[in-house]
């Protein structure tokens, strides 16, 4: 079973920049598409993006395309989020999850305890 844990987190003022990563337990890492959601204080489960298993493929939520972009590491087990010019609104905890590509969360199947970025003006 794959275990997740993420991390990069933090402080940051709007227009700066954070690097989550989210680093794999286990041998199926490299078989499994990856997803980052975030949740607000208040709010449901969000999709942010979702990069299939060979990293070919990737998608955004509109929010955050062309801002945020998702990477993935199979040799290190590890996939990526780059967040620049961060905005108030992105302040969340976010979450990695592996499982299926896709942006419904019922697709991923094993979940990270998730980081907080939080974005001040």
């Known amino acids: 079973q794959v275990q997740l844990v993420e991390s990069g987190g933090g402080l940051v003022q709007a227009g700066g920049s954070l690097r989550l990563s989210c680093e794999a337990s286990g041998r199926t890492f490299s078989s499994r598409a990856m997803g980052w959601f975030r949740q607000a204080p208040g709010k449901e489960r969000a999709f942010v993006a979702t990069i299939s298993w060979s990293g070919g493929s990737t998608y955004y939520t509109d929010s955050v395309k062309g801002r945020f972009t998702i990477s993935r590491d199979n040799a290190r087990s590890t996939v990526y989020l780059q967040m620049n010019s961060l905005k108030l609104e992105d302040t969340a905890v976010y979450y990695c999850?592996?499982?299926?590509?896709?942006?419904?969360?019922?697709?991923?199947?094993?979940w990270g305890q998730g980081t907080q970025v939080t974005v001040s003006s």
């Open positions: 999850a592996a499982g299926k590509y896709g942006v419904a969360p019922t697709l991923y199947n094993v």
